[in-house]
């Protein structure tokens, strides 16, 4: 089992920035794949950066060149560092680990960017 615990949300003027964090625990050896994900009110949940364990990255389109995903594996942490926020930034922000088939979800934190 792999719990995680997200962290760093709050509300935020267009413009500004902030960084989520994602601590984990449990078999966290196991875990091969991390990544944000985020949904906003009355949409789907979608994929913001992930990261594997040989390093490889992806980006939603929507957030390049502005959002960063990073990790520490002494902390046992992900971050999300989000620059240049936008409204439509917006959203519960989880953290998401795969383990082989399984996956795992944070219970996420909100963001809230104002025009």
């Known amino acids: 089992q792999v719990q995680l615990v997200e962290s760093g949300g709050g509300l935020v003027q267009a413009g500004g920035s902030l960084r989520l964090s994602c601590a984990a625990s449990g078999s966290i050896f196991s875990i091969n794949t991390m990544g944000w994900y985020r949904q906003a009110p009355g949409k789907q949940r979608e994929l913001v950066a992930r990261?594997?364990?040989?390093?490889?990255?992806l980006y939603a389109d929507s957030v390049k060149g502005r959002f960063t995903i990073s990790g520490d594996s002494a902390k046992n942490t992900v971050y999300l560092q989000m620059n240049s926020l936008k409204p439509e930034d917006t959203a519960v922000y989880y953290c998401r680990g795969n383990s082989g088939p399984e996956i795992y979800w944070g219970q996420g934190t909100q963001v809230t960017v104002s025009s």
């Open positions: 990261f594997t364990v040989g390093g490889s990255t």
